[in-house]
């Protein structure tokens, strides 16, 4: 068996909409065992795709049960691979997995250990941060993650920058929603974002309008913290002041595109 790697992917429903983000991991097995595949979601949706994937399932011999007792690190860049590689070596007995995030090399790599395990063991000379540091590197870089972010039955897959984040293939063959999909390549976009102050918490109604100087409608806000977050705009806007509306004020922002895009992107 190949080394553990990871996929990025989407479920999408009927209509091609997402329903969950995902990364998948595939095990260190002998060629007399099952495949096993470790499936990453939202903490919020398990049992929501649980129920989604057994009704898939159809009569195929396939266990799928939560692994409540492992644990999953961000590690975000700042360390060379050849180390977080080297720290893996010293230390198996700790990690079940660790590989680069298949995503963007930007988001560095995704580490899951049993529960308990200290990731300071596991990569000497890491620094400890909480969920908001790892939300708050994610807007600044623009990638989207969770429900919150993509909410269900609403993002689409290209919007997404799924392209981008190697999460879709265009040679795989047909796939849900393929039309509606591809006429959304030219639309929006979610893309990083920074505003002129910290934003107030729990005061921004979702999907809350942002706006051109003159009022016209840019895009929508999507998620945030801090003075950072992360939007779908319009390409056509991005350059020009915009203001998120929120209660009658407005709060000023900009956009970039991501430096990790590639380099034909938002053009």
Known sequence: AGPPRALYAHALNAQGRCLYDLILYRLHESPEEEPHILVECDSGVLEA?????????????????????????????????????????????????????????????????K??????????????????????????????????????????????????????????????GQELTARTHHMGRLLPVRFSAPLPKDSIPEGAEIVTESGKSAGKFRAGGG???IALLRLANINEPLYLNMAGDKLKLTARTPEWWPKTAGK
């Open 49 to 113: 795709l649980q129920k989604h994937l057994k009704l898939y399932k159809i009569r195929r011999k396939v266990n799928i049960a939560p692994c409540l007792d492992l644990s999953l690190w961000a590690v975000v860049p700042g360390e060379r691979a050849g180390d977080v590689a080297g720290s893996l070596a010293k230390s198996a007995n700790q990690a079940l997995i660790l590989t680069p995030d298949p995503r963007t090399e930007v988001m560095g790599w995704r580490l899951i250990t």
């Open 115 to 176: 529960k308990g395990a200290n990731p300071s063991e596991v990569i000497p000379g890491c620094q400890i941060g909480n969920i908001q540091d790892y939300c708050q590197h994610r807007y600044q870089q623009g990638i989207p993650e969770g429900v919150k972010d993509l909410p269900p039955g609403v993002a689409l897959p290209l919007e997404s920058n799924l392209a981008y984040m190697n999460g879709i293939s265009f040679t795989k063959g047909c796939y849900i």
């Open 227 to 229: 003075d950072s977050g």
